[in-house]
């Protein structure tokens, strides 16, 4: 089944304490991305990747890092995270392949995690 | 820039009703897609409905259909006969088309509807 999976789906952590939250696809696609969603404000992006290696800031990519050793997987790190970083977090993989036909402008999103920094 | 914009915060709707999500957007991109995704209160973002800028004909999926005006910039989304299950927070998002750009998607804000039996 093709699929976007994240852990962990749910975390409650204090300021400071470094965290970790992975993605993986198994769509071998090129493009993943990270999002997060506040109330009111709809999705933001924080990082993205046009492949292995490559990657980019977002919109709000402050205090976050990620890496793309391998094509599947695209982790987020919170070196240092603060109260102000407490969200719903999404990662999101696509083709850059445009023979696929229509929806390969299609973001496969995974489940989400929920963040929540004490 | 781009920018999504939805106007209604929430919708209240009797079950079987036909529903009209709006959406207006904006962009100097001449090639461009919009989306719209479903989010239940799971939590999941589910893909809905698809539709290109240079696309001549409105998309639709199901009981879903995209009524796409170009030259007014808006993307509705049209539920027909809702249902129970169609109760949920909904986003219209919109990316350029251009192979070496960022695929990001930008968001509106949603709105959140609520089917009445």
């Known amino acids: 089944e093709a699929q976007v999976t994240q852990n962990p789906r749910y975390l409650i952590t204090v300021t400071g304490k470094k965290l970790t939250v992975t993605c993986s696809q198994n769509?071998?696609?090129?493009?993943m991305s990270w999002y997060r969603q506040d109330p009111g404000l709809g999705l933001r992006q924080i990082y993205y990747?046009?492949?292995?290696?490559?990657?980019d800031k977002g919109d709000v990519p402050e205090g976050y890092k990620v890496s793309r050793k391998e094509k599947r997987n695209f982790p987020l790190i919170l070196e240092s995270p603060s109260p102000n970083q407490t969200s719903l977090y999404f990662c999101?993989?696509?083709?850059?392949?445009?023979?696929?036909?229509?929806?390969?402008?299609?973001?496969?999103f995974g489940p989400g995690t929920r963040l929540t920094v004490l | 820039a781009q920018k999504i914009t939805q106007t209604q915060p929430g919708m209240f709707v009797q079950e079987k009703e036909a529903v009209t999500l709006d959406c207006t957007y904006d962009?100097?991109?001449?090639?461009?897609?919009l989306f719209w995704y479903k989010q239940p209160s799971s939590g999941e973002m589910i893909f809905l409905i698809y539709?290109?800028?240079?696309d001549q004909q409105n998309a639709t999926e199901g009981r879903y259909s995209l009524n796409f005006q170009k030259a007014r910039k808006s993307a509705n989304l049209v539920i027909s006969a809702s249902q129970l299950g169609d109760s949920a927070m909904y986003f219209c998002?919109?990316?350029?088309?251009?192979?070496?750009?960022?695929?990001?998607?930008?968001w509106g804000a949603g709105t959140k509807l609520i089917i009445k039996p």
């Open positions: 769509m071998n696609h090129e493009y």
């Open positions: 962009t100097s991109d001449p090639s461009y897609g």
């Open positions: 990747s046009m492949n292995v290696e490559v990657t």
């Open positions: 999101a993989s696509s083709s850059l392949n445009p023979l696929l036909g229509q929806k390969y402008n299609e973001q496969f």
């Open positions: 539709q290109g800028s240079y």
């Open positions: 998002a919109m990316r350029r088309l251009y192979m070496d750009s960022n695929y990001q998607l930008i």
